[in-house]
């Protein structure tokens, strides 16, 4: 079964910072452009950022700028976002998309909650 | 790019033919995709391609339109298509942008 499995998530103080992984599996990994959409708390769906299948595009939403990086590893089948100087608008539930310009396959998401 | 939708809340009796709209600030030819979620769940791709089932998606929904406008139609409303719908261009990243959603509640 395609699946898309987030980690990383948790409980982080305002400044601080975090990695998230997503681990892919039963799918070529490497043949994707891989993305990072995020859901706030009774909010809608935000695009967070995007890596292209050989690391040579990165795209990132002007929120997250300067502060998110996202990386993979396409030995390891992994896709990453470091988050750095947390905010509390940050506080959100992060999947993991597999792009084919739509979102076929999603993670089930790790939770980020930035709170002092 | 902005994609704006609407209504933000429709009231609905199961049984109805509902529409909902989306409209995007340029054009997008028919990048454009249609995902349902409930509460709790991921999203769920319904339609890509503008008009494009995704696979299982039953032959109640289907999208339509290219360019800025767009809608999404579900024939006759069962049960479990209440929820909240998000439209969504792939035209090119960065960025991608979702709309904002329209709920269907049951009336």
């Known amino acids: 079964e395609v699946q898309l499995v987030e980690s990383g998530g948790g409980l982080v103080q305002p400044g601080r910072s975090l990695r998230l992984s997503c681990a892919a599996s039963?799918?070529?990994?490497?043949?994707?452009?891989m993305h990072w959409v995020r859901q706030a708390p009774g909010r809608g769906l935000e695009w967070v950022s995007g890596i292209s299948w050989n690391s040579g595009k990165l795209g990132y939403a002007d929120s997250v700028k300067g502060r998110f990086t996202i990386s993979r590893d396409n030995a390891k089948k992994s896709l990453y976002l470091q988050m750095n100087s947390l905010r509390a608008e940050d506080t959100a539930l992060y999947y993991c998309?597999?792009?084919?310009?739509?979102?076929?396959?999603w993670g089930q998401g790790t939770l980020v909650t930035v709170s002092s | 790019m902005v994609m704006t939708q609407s209504p933000a809340t429709l009231s609905v009796s199961p049984g109805e033919r509902v529409t909902l709209s989306c409209r995007a600030s340029?054009?997008?030819?028919?990048?454009l995709a249609w995902y349902q979620q409930k509460p709790g769940q991921a999203p769920r791709l319904l339609v890509y391609?503008?008009?494009t089932r995704a696979p299982g998606i039953p032959a109640r929904f289907s999208g339509s339109g290219s360019g800025t406008e767009f809608t999404l139609t579900i024939s006759s409303l069962q049960s479990e298509d209440f929820a909240v719908y998000y439209c969504q261009q792939y035209e090119s990243w960065p960025p991608v942008t979702f709309g904002q959603g329209t709920r269907l509640e049951i009336k």
């Open positions: 340029q054009s997008v030819s028919t990048n």
């Open positions: 998309v597999r792009d084919e310009g739509f979102y076929y396959v």
């Open positions: 039963e799918f070529n990994f490497d043949y994707y452009a």
């Open positions: 391609g503008a008009s």
